[in-house]
């Protein structure tokens, strides 16, 4: 009996979709089948396509592989959407690879952020740490010194001698209680624990207070205030201690950092509702980087191979933490070598 009379078509079919949906095999299919002789196709389902049978996604069966006498043949089933299929039960799992790939990426990226970081303030650290041990014991050493000079009998025979190094021990106590209140102060800020009061406080008559009391200072450097307070409008809600302590910060600085004769220059204007103010200075200046970083604690600009200015680098976080509680802005404008550009914005009171 010839193989297209031992097979019927439509019983065929029958059994491919039940054993298909049997399986859990709900594609569409294509199949064929041909003689294992010539490869004469005897029969085919009516959406057969030759771009069906592609061989990723064909599968052949023998049909009566232990007839040795009759004529044998092959079934090839084919499925178009086989592909499709495979990528849609792997979405979820796809997804999930890629979710946690993500997740693994950003914590790697993240540890590494963070260890940066943390070595980068432990350096400032410790760099503020070495200043400040520098700073307190210097004021130290020189009461320590006046005061074993006038243990001397023969010092505090001199009325001059003594006045002079009680003078000493003066002014370095006021210096040490300022390095002292600075570090409080920035204690304080992180606790949340500082105190600022709210009235109002005439920027222009504090500045000109600020400057006569850096008068000393300025004439130790040769430093020159030049003041072009034009604002019609300066008086602002603010705390006048927090206030002085602001300019004072930027007055010093710009004494730190210059090279030559500082020249400072302060400027005052009125926008609609605001009170602008700016402190320029002829310093060294900064990059754009560095521009950067000015705010954070500790953070010092680099002078080279030179030591000389000293500091904690809490001057600019405190000013940028003060200037934002009493509801201004502050801006800085630079370029190397060519000064510095520190402006305030305040909303009038």
Known sequence: MPLHKRIKPELLDSLLLIELANNGIMLKYSYQISSNKNSRILFRNASYNNLDFEPENTYKAALFPKDMVREGGYLMVSFPEKNSLILKNMNSILASSIGLLLILTGSFAYTIFSILRQKKISEMKTDFINNMTHEF?????TIMIASEALRDPDVNEDRKRVSKLAGIIYDENIRLGDHIERVLNIARIEKDDLKI???????????????????LQLQKKNAKINMNLLATKSTIL???L???????????????YSKEAPEITINSNNTHADFVIT???NGIGMGRDQQKKIFEQFYRIPTGNLHDVKGFGLGLSYVNNMVKRMGGTIKVKSEKDKGSEFELRFPLA
Do not use: C, Q
């Open 238 to 240: 603010g705390d006048e």
């Open 242 to 256: 927090h206030l002085s302590n602001v300019f004072y910060n930027l007055i010093d600085n710009a004494i730190k």
């Open 197 to 215: 009061e709210r009235k109002e406080v005439n920027i222009h008559d504090l500045i000109h207070a600020v400057s006569d009391s850096m008068s």
């Open 137 to 141: 014991k210097t004021p130290v050493a």
């Open 279 to 281: 402190v320029t200075d």
